[in-house]
């Protein structure tokens, strides 16, 4: 059944007779005085109503009897000229009606809960109802649990995600540095670098452990979670291999090539340009002594060891200059360190010096010593030595390690 508005708004109020079918009622212009009305639609076998509607928009219930087969009189109440009134019939089709007054007040039908609606029952429906607006009905739609967030999938579609308790501590936070704190994670620059130890496995074959370091193009830290390893590898005798990590459409890669990387960009840090972008983190230089044969090695933080102490690959052999006299060690330390681990096998007659200028000795060595230690070299990879005087046999020098800076 429909239900059907038969008055417009008054003021700020809406007076409400509503009913479910048009035929249920009729509506009259009162001549002053009027008592007696004559019906059109229903006759006097049908229970009926009276209401009287004032100037001011108020409505009242108006006693009322059939006194004729199509006859309504009213009594107790007088109509002036142009007042509305309305007889509805009641009981046939359990008609409703409400109704609300000039001031807002709604008028107390409780008598004919059968037939009218109440302010409660109205209410009651109209707080079933949101017929307007899909998105607020499909956000009803939703079953609404703790600890979820509500997100579109859609115009006007929705789901929910967890939305935990930790992850609202985070959200709550103002700024980029508490959010990290809250996170318990802490600052790093553009040099950071952590794990990613470079591991020989074979003369073809070189792994790099779990790790992350910053690359400057990406802006960010990448992560290698498991072992990365190449292998098969070809290599050139005599030449120095570079190893970089980099961002492989989105996965951690290494590559082991002769291209060099750039000077440092802070502290040891160093990358290798690639197309104008510094795309790839240098991770260590090591050395293929011979065709396809990656000289064995151990890395640590302060030195990449040579594991191969059964070969001597001396940068220099029984000399007895006396001096200065300098030689080069680029064939064992790499341009990217000063720093190298040298065996030195000192002639007999005379103590041998070494450094970086005849000037600056950095270590000697009494005669017919031998001795492991760390020493430097020039920024090409170069050492000055001298003998105090003659000596016999002659020195022999042999790099066992080098610097792994990085």
């Known amino acids: 059944m429909s239900i059907v508005k038969v008055d417009s708004v008054i003021g700020s109020y809406l007076p409400i007779p509503v009913i479910e079918h048009a035929t249920d009622f009729e509506v009259y212009t009162a001549t002053a ?3 007696v009305f004559t019906t059109t639609k229903f006759d006097r076998s049908n229970a009926i109503r009276a209401i009287a509607k004032s100037s001011g928009g108020a409505f009242s219930e108006v006693p009322a009897t059939w006194t004729g087969a199509n006859t309504v009189t009213i009594t107790g109440t007088i109509l002036g000229a142009g007042q509305i009134f309305y007889i509805f019939k009641v009981g046939t089709h359990a008609s409703k009606i409400r109704i609300q007054d000039s001031t807002g007040a709604w008028v107390d039908l409780s008598a004919h809960a059968a037939n009218v609606y109440t302010k409660a029952e109205d209410d009651g429906l109209l707080a079933t109802k949101q017929p307007l607006d899909a998105t607020l009905t499909a956000l009803a739609a939703l079953v609404i649990a703790a600890n979820k967030l509500i997100y579109s999938t859609g115009v006007d579609t929705f789901a929910q995600a967890d939305f935990t308790a930790f992850a609202r501590t985070l959200l709550d936070d103002a700024d980029a540095a508490t959010m990290k704190s809250t996170l318990g994670v802490r600052e790093t620059g553009t040099a950071f ?22 690359i400057t193009s990406l802006g960010r830290i990448i992560t290698v979670p498991g072992a990365l390893v190449l292998s098969g590898l070809t290599l050139t005798a005599a030449t120095w291999y570079y190893l970089y990590l980099y961002d492989n459409a989105g996965t951690a890669a290494i590559e082991l090539v002769t291209t060099a990387p750039t000077a440092p960009y802070a502290g040891f840090a160093r990358t290798k340009n690639v197309g104008g972008g510094d795309s790839r ?35 220099m052999s029984n000399s ?10 680029s064939a064992a330390i790499p341009i990217t360190t000063q720093r190298a681990l040298l065996q030195v096998y000192s002639a007999a007659g005379n103590s041998f010096n070494l450094g970086v200028a005849f000037d600056q000795m950095l270590l000697s060595v009494t005669a017919s010593t031998r001795v492991l230690a760390p020493v430097i070299s020039t920024a090409d990879q170069v050492f000055v030595y001298s003998h105090i005087g003659a000596v016999t046999g002659g020195t022999t020098l042999d790099v066992r390690g ?3 800076e990085r």
């Open 33 to 35: 005085g009027q008592t």
């Open 193 to 214: 670098i952590e794990g990613l130890v470079p591991l020989w496995v074979s003369a073809t074959s070189i792994q790099v452990n779990p790790g992350s370091a910053y």
């Open 281 to 315: 983190r240098f991770l260590g230089a090591f050395r293929a002594q011979a065709a396809n044969v990656l000289r064995p090695f151990i890395w640590a933080p302060d030195y990449v060891t040579y594991l191969d102490t059964g070969n001597l690959y001396p940068i």
């Open 320 to 329: 007895t200059t006396v001096g200065p006299a300098s030689v080069s060690a």
């Open 402 to 404: 080098y610097g792994s």
